[in-house]
């Protein structure tokens, strides 16, 4: 059973940064696909960033080139790096992996999640 524990989250001012963590149980090779979503109050979960075993890398239109995100298999870790904040990036970010599929979607999630991080992004 792969468990997914997020950390990192916080309270941040515009424009300001924040570094994401997921820390897996087991064998991060047997994660093909990991990713982060986000849900702020009252809206739909979102897509954010997503990324393959052979490190391939995709974002949301939203975030493209302020977050990254990135993946450490010797430690068990995925990260997301958060620059340039703006407050509608305010929202529980959630880790997210199946072992199996290639690639992952709003409306098609992975297998398994972790608990969430809140990151709010305010003045």
């Known amino acids: 059973q792969v468990q997914l524990v997020e950390s990192g989250g916080g309270l941040v001012q515009p424009g300001g940064s924040l570094r994401l963590s997921c820390a897996a149980s087991g064998s991060m090779f047997r994660l093909n696909v990991m990713g982060w979503f986000r849900q702020a109050p009252g809206n739909q979960r979102e897509l954010v960033a997503t990324i393959t075993s052979g490190g391939r890398t995709n974002y949301a239109d939203s975030v493209e080139g302020r977050f990254t995100i990135s993946r450490d298999n010797a430690r068990n870790t995925m990260y997301l790096q958060m620059n340039s904040l703006k407050p509608e990036d305010t929202a529980v970010y959630y880790c997210?992996?199946?072992?199996?599929?290639?690639?992952?979607?709003?409306?098609?999630?992975?297998?398994?999640w972790g608990q969430g991080t809140q990151v709010t992004v305010s003045s």
């Open positions: 997210n992996a199946d072992p199996y599929r290639t690639s992952v979607t709003s409306t098609f999630p992975g297998r398994h």
